[in-house]
């Protein structure tokens, strides 16, 4: 007979499933990639608006069907064509999947791809204890000892009173470890037995006794003696009370260890028992979980523990782990007394949590989230799916279960959490190449716009439509290459900083429309190759050719640049990368010195045009590194002075002054304790003095 208490959806697995369906939020890259998209699409628009409709009123009735509104369309459109990049997601896709066959050599499977680049934001990595951080596995500690007898001794007394074949966790981490350390179990014809000894009697497990009990014969002697295994004031009573016992019990549950107490009968009397000692359990951390938190903590990533165990034992789990202890219990999560801002400063301060059920996994990872940290969870159950999912990047481990692995965006298929470390490293380097393509595409894109604006507004010349479109293709495919390209990876976590993207693509932009229009200038009122529309003669059309092969150069060299926020010689690109741009470049060169698409030009002037391009992207260059020193939060809260920025600048000043004022604080210890030791010296002296003087009196009487 039972008594059904909750069904569906109220029960446990049926919560944790809820937490899951209703995550379904749109990813952080997403929402980048429409930014970005959206406001190249917006200044076409409008610009090529103004153009259209400039265009139909300035040619309205002119001759040759000039002033038609097909004939005007069709110019605007190729423009419109040009401009907007639709090679953006293409290139941004690739670099992504390169990365993610990259981790997959490592035995890191990427679920969704844009968890490759999410990965390189996240800064507070969140993860479940058993199983994660832990092997799931529970094993022998530092035991107790009494009476002399040593870990062996205590190991090979555990053995003789454990169950052979059951089932039990502790019986199987008793077994385990007696035999991996014990000499006398290793080489044995029969797997329950114990050379030398013999079990004759064996009572197991008993609620009601909570201990296990054997009768060993000793085959070398003969003799006969009982051993007990069980709860530890169980065994201390046995043994007739034992104070030392007691505390050492006591200090092991301090550290949050499960102890066990085994003794056995003294020689000759099978009714006198004497306490061995007491075995101490825990389920201990995987070999590499201490490394990786603290090469994530060296990467700017705090790891934060969360598990449903007792607050003793993740704190004892910390320690080991080299973690701050500084734990919270799950009401802390659920405190009626506190706001949520209060509630959400102490999960950025804390370390861990601990007594926690699914719905407070998902709320660690929200709180966070709310707070514009990105997110990363890992973990194995089923009760860690709804963080798994509801995390920027969810990462299931090795052995993890079929819920877990459905909610992930991550899996890894190897023990361990070492390539977490990898995982980071080629996240953050696939970053690096997708925000120098980035701002290469947008300083392309404003440049393009701010040119042929204004030399379609003031001279109404633009290039024929298959040079636009020759340009678009040739520079977007020959960007692909850049998912291969050399990457300086960050120490901290990277950040999509899309006003800073915009200003820096804007004042990029611009220099390159000045050399623009020095180019046009120059070869239209020195050389003679004036502005003239497709109308006119095919020799005549000369400056097309100049102003293709400079257009297509002058941005495309400028990716040289947007690789790093420092001097581009810092990381020099990859062999290929840097072939395949030039390679690109040279082919528009060999188009405008041998004809054919566009006229002839001589390949002298021709030649000059690319070097300039290519001189042109160093001194720009140096124009971006000035941008980045003096680019800072408090200048884009000045100049752009939304609420939640001034809010935050506000913050960020109230920090600095008391960190100001701790800093002067133990500043004016420091002095006290200087001068303290200082006094001290001098109050010596005397006394030396005093005690030399004492000693050569003493000296001269003898």
């Known amino acids: 007979m039972a008594v059904v208490t909750k069904t569906g959806g109220n029960t446990f697995i049926g919560r944790a499933a809820n937490l ?57 459109l190729v423009l419109t064509v040009a401009a907007i990049p639709v090679g953006l ?46 092997l799931n596995e529970l094993t022998f500690d530092e035991p107790y000892l009494a009476n002399d007898y040593s870990s062996d001794d205590i190991l090979l007394y555990s053995y003789l009173a454990a169950e052979a074949g059951a089932n039990d966790p502790i019986e199987f981490a008793v077994r385990t470890a007696a035999e991996e350390q014990l000499e006398i179990l290793k080489g044995r014809t029969h797997k329950h037995e114990v050379p030398g000894f013999k079990v004759t009697s064996f009572l197991p497990f008993n609620p009601s006794t909570k201990l296990t009990q054997a009768t060993i014969t000793n085959l070398e002697t003969s003799s006969t003696f009982k051993v007990a295994k069980g709860a530890p004031q169980v065994i201390i009573r046995l043994v007739g009370g034992d104070d030392d016992a007691v505390r050492a019990v006591n200090a092991l549950a301090k ?56 607050l003793i034992i993740a704190k004892e789990v910390a320690h080991r782990l080299g973690m701050q202890r500084v734990m919270l219990d799950a009401g802390h ?33 929200e709180l966070l989230q709310k707070r514009g940290i ?61 925000r120098s393509y980035a701002l290469y595409r947008i300083t392309s894109t404003v440049h393009f716009l701010m040119f042929f604006f204004i030399v379609v507004m003031a001279y109404d010349w633009s290039l024929p439509a298959h040079l636009l479109i020759l340009i678009c293709i040739l520079n977007d495919l020959a960007t692909l290459v850049i998912a291969v390209d050399n990457a300086q990876i960050s120490i901290h976590p990277d950040k999509w900083r899309i006003g800073q993207l915009i200003t820096m693509s804007i004042i990029l932009g611009s220099c390159l429309t000045a050399l623009s229009f020095a180019h046009f200038f120059t070869f239209w009122k020195h050389f003679g190759y004036a502005p003239v529309d497709d109308t006119a003669p095919y020799d005549d059309r000369k400056l097309e050719s100049i102003m293709y092969l400079h257009v297509s150069s002058a941005p495309h060299f400028v990716i040289f640049s947007t690789r790093l926020t420092g001097y581009f010689w810092e990381n020099l690109p990859s062999p290929i990368f840097a072939a395949v741009i030039i390679g690109t470049q040279i082919i528009a060169l060999l188009m405008v010195i041998f004809g054919g698409l566009t006229p002839k030009v001589p390949a002298g002037q021709a030649i000059v045009v690319l070097l300039i391009s290519f001189m042109y992207f160093i001194l720009l260059d140096f124009v971006k590194v000035q941008i980045f020193k003096l680019w800072s939060f408090e200048l884009t809260a000045t100049f752009v002075p939304t609420s939640v920025r001034r809010h935050k600048l506000a913050d960020r000043k109230a ?37 030399h003087a004492e000693h050569h009196a003493v000296e001269e009487v003898k």
């Open 655 to 691: 920090a600095k002054i008391q960190q100001e004022r701790v800093w002067g604080s133990v500043d004016k210890v420091r002095k006290i304790a200087v001068m303290a030791a200082v006094v001290s010296s001098f109050q010596e002296k005397p006394l030396h003095a005093e005690h």
């Open 333 to 365: 999560l659920v405190d009626s007394d506190k706001s949520e801002d209060e509630i959400t400063e102490h999960v950025i301060r804390a370390d861990g949590f601990a007594q926690v059920i699914p719905e407070h996994k998902y709320r660690v990872v």
């Open 20 to 76: 899951i369906s209703i995550t379904t939020e749109e990813g952080h890259f997403q929402k980048v990639i429409n930014r970005i998209g959206n406001f190249l699409i917006l200044i076409t628009v409008v610009l090529v608006l103004i153009i259209l409709i400039y265009q139909l009123v300035h040619f309205h009735g002119a001759p040759n069907k000039k002033g038609d509104f097909i004939t005007i369309l069709g110019k605007v």
């Open 374 to 434: 990105l997110v990363g969870m890992t973990g194995d159950g089923v009760n860690d799916a709804p963080a798994l999912k509801k995390a920027n990047v969810g990462i299931a481990v090795h052995g993890c279960t079929d819920a877990a692995r459905s909610a992930a965006d991550i899996v890894l298929l190897a023990p361990g959490l070492s390539t977490i470390v990898d995982g980071l490293m080629t996240s953050r380097a696939i970053f690096q190449r997708m």
């Open 255 to 310: 550290r949050g260890l499960r102890a066990l107490g085994v003794a056995r009968t003294v020689e000759g009397n099978m009714d006198q028992w004497e306490l061995i000692g007491m075995i101490s359990l825990i389920d201990p951390p995987r070999p590499d979980s201490a490394e990786t938190i603290r090469r994530c903590n060296q990467m700017g990533v705090s790891v934060k523990m969360i598990t449903g165990d007792q």
């Open 89 to 134: 997601p293409t290139v941004m896709s690739v670099t992504m999947a390169v990365g993610a066959k990259q981790l997959a050599a490592k035995k890191v499977i990427v679920k969704r791809l844009t968890a490759v680049e999410e990965m390189a934001s996240v800064s507070v990595l969140c993860s479940d204890k058993t199983g994660t951080l832990t």
